[in-house]
């Protein structure tokens, strides 16, 4: 045995411009929607309001998505139930602030953000314990099996909507937004509702902790090499079960947290509302890229803004856009923007 | 002869609704490399992933240093101390050879001196410390996953064919790596269809066919008789 | 008859005692149940057997899961709606109405089954989830050409209505008017399309199919086509389903969202399947007959049991007859749990 090993040079750095592109084309899918948008949409202070709702509905639903997604990717579990969890978080979130309608509707911004605050908690904590429960009864018992997954989670959705059914009767309920936060305020000549700001800001810390917590931290990378390769995490020495279960219970949180948002963005709220919200959920995750918070955060932002833009350009048309939205992206990239590397 | 680290007794595992397993016997002893030997389809891989945990069997003892261990889960398994170097390397592709290294350290600081002897057995890793491992050649993966099943303190290795795919030149960098680890009293126990390998590195053997031990000796016994070699595995004997 | 039944014998003595009796109710409805309710509800099981059956092609035999199932039973029932709408009434516009809206299915299930089969099974779930519901939505904004929320009437030929006798005669203490003949047409096409399916899952497609649901991975390997034989189950699904819904529509003389497309059939729909057995067929034929039954009579009893425990906190609401889907909800995960094989399972003795 001799000492000749070759030294073995990486065969990335020499690739073509358009290789090298290839894996940001995704990201740059946003920019040029916002762009396109600017094109087409005749004044320049519509364009701006209707990017500013398009972001905020995008963030909004990359909150809900982004642990459905990752339960995927972590356990292969498809959760039809998600949506359920919105409209307890949407529920729950709604009747704190309605108890405290003595903070919101005072003129004080740190009153008003502290009922809101206190709300989501109240619903995270409500969504997340459901979330645990949920995981125990319905999803343990068919890990493995997509189709009765699917069935399963399906059920468990009914049941938890008749449950809010029970529990806060039927009818819709009306929520303002906390008195500070009510109005626009005016940019370059676009009226920018503030609410809509609120919400791209906290889809933004959202989004940028997620990562921080994927990037920076141990569980992070048990997570990430999870999704890849459950098997080898587990040889190494970690239980992926209690790492499932945590995700599983954050992502539940983080989608009763997008029902508080989306409560106060649509400000009235229906048992089904998550059901409806999932139908968007779906094709982000799929055109994301299944398991990818990245691809999630990138899809999110594009069917908001696809929905914002095409509800101006051709109202009949925004529903009908998403799916073209995913029929073509389908096309182009069939695994998703940001397909997610599989061992099996 | 002191006590095995590992002592399979009548290991039966079915995958689906395949048996695989027929009832497997045989020792790991302390220190040294064990090869497990036989044809493609023999059992060896399955032997492998049922120790870990991967599979459960379904009847039989497996004892780890005299504890059973068989019906723990994998993570219990490694945690009491067996490295796992799998068939496909198992290299997490998204993250760089750093994480891949620091998530194989529990607590999430490898042990220098641990560090040290990785990169001075594969300089490759150090070279892309940072690079991520997906874009590693087959080569270097192996390196890693190896250097990754090192990183903790382990009773036993078990590692599956880790020269499948790989040109010459770095079987004889992993060989020179395992032969160290060897040589610091680590009990391995390991598959390879490569015979010239499994015979310089290998210490004791057990052949398997059809899901059983059909035969366990010293390598040098098996080394010896080509009579031996071509009735247990079909294997002819001219390599370099 | 093992011929008709494409040798597919129902291979339990009191399943094949059931089916009978169900055949032969069925078959003899407007004399044994008078009543224009009872007819309506033997029409409604005569149809919701075909939808079903034509759902259990997909999930027990292909093993995928699809929510637009509804979004197909309406395209037939649609179809024949806008086809009278715009012809006129006659026969010739029912049957071009019902072959549009089954041919429009057929088109849609095939490029949907293409693009997300191709890719992944559980994609097929959650893309026929979006196109269905977009489909609604859009149903029900384009109101001239189908009616909007309020749907269409449907005017069909006047021998198909009460108005019609058939003959002054009575037979069995029964008028025979146009309503009879109607349900004697939704009968014989139930009994056509049913025996059509069960030829499909006993012929060499069928055992294809449920090799692949066994094992896709290992039907790939041996050489077929996965994506095809499931797109063409797709498609088959589908266009059997629309005519369900043209079936469905002449019977009504009403097409609307909500009686055609509603997630609340589709919900209904996954239950009977699983309730009754996924992949028997039979299944689909037992499960209906129970659900429709039951749903009449459980609803009354869950009103009965609110108003007896009107006293106590929380549980009259969850006995409200509304909330009859939650304890359906209920009852669905623990059939898949512990009774996968359904009624027909159990009554075959298998697992």
Sequence with gaps: MTDTAPTHAPKMTKLPLSERLKPWLPVLLVPVLIVLGFALIPSPSSWLTLTVSGLAMGMMIFVIASGMTLVFGLMDVINFGHGAFISFGAFVGTTVLLALASMTGAPSLMLNLLAVALAVLAAMAVTGALGWGFERVIVRPVYGSHLKQILVTMGGLIVAEQLIYVIWGGQEIVIARPETLKGAITFAGAALEKYRLVAVGVGLIVFLSLRAVLRRTKLGLIVRAGVENPEMVQALGYNITRVFVGVFVAGSALAGLGGVMWALYQEIITAHMGNEIMILVFIVVIIGGLGSVEGCFIGALTVGLVQNYAAFLEPKLALISNIALMVAILMWRPMGMVPVVKAK | MSDPILRLTGVKTDIAQYHILHGVDFEVPRGGVTMLLGRNGAGKTTTLRTIMGLWKPHAGEIRLDGAPIQGLSPAQIARRGI??????????????????????????????????????????????????????????????????????????????????????????????????LKNRGASILMVEQNFSLARALGDHVAVMDDGRIVWTGAMAELAGDTGLQERLMGLKMEQA | MMRILSGDSPKSALLAVLLVAILLSLAFAPFLFPGSRSLETAARICIFIVLVASYDLLLGYGGIVSFAHTMFFGMGAYGLAIATDRIGTSYGALILGALAGTAVAGVVALLTALLSLRVRAIFFAMITLAIASAVAVLVSQLSGFTGGEDGMNIRIPRELTPAFRLFDAEVLGQRINGKVVNYYLVFAGSLILFLTMLRIVNSPFGRVLLAIRENA??????????????????????????????????????????????????????????????GTMYGAVVGTTIFVLAQNYLKSLMGGLSEATAGLPLIPDLLNPDRWLLWLGVLFILSVYFFPTGIVGRLRGTR
């Design chain 2, 83 to 180: 490295g796992f170097v799998p068939e496909d390397m198992g290299i997490f592709s998204d993250l760089t050879v750093e994480e891949n290294i620091r998530l194989a350290a529990l607590d999430g600081h490898p042990i220098p001196e641990r560090l040290d002897w990785i990169f001075g057995a594969f300089p490759a890793l150090r070279t892309f410390w940072k690079s991520a491992a997906g874009t590693l050649s087959g080569g270097q993966k192996q390196m890693l996953s190896v250097a990754r099943a090192v990183v903790e303190d382990r009773e036993l290795y078990l590692i599956d064919e880790p020269s499948k795919g790989l040109a010459p030149a770095i079987v004889a960098t992993l060989a020179r790596a395992l032969k160290d």
């Design chain 3, 217 to 278: 991975f290992r039907a790939e390997a041996i050489g077929y086509r996965v994506v095809y034989y499931r797109a063409l189950a797709t498609c088959l699904s589908a266009m059997i389903a629309a005519l369900a819904g043209a079936l469905f529509a002449i019977w009504l003389r009403y097409v609307g969202p909500a009686t055609t497309l509603g997630m609340e059939i589709m919900m209904d729909i996954l239950l009977i399947v699983v309730i009754g057995g996924m």
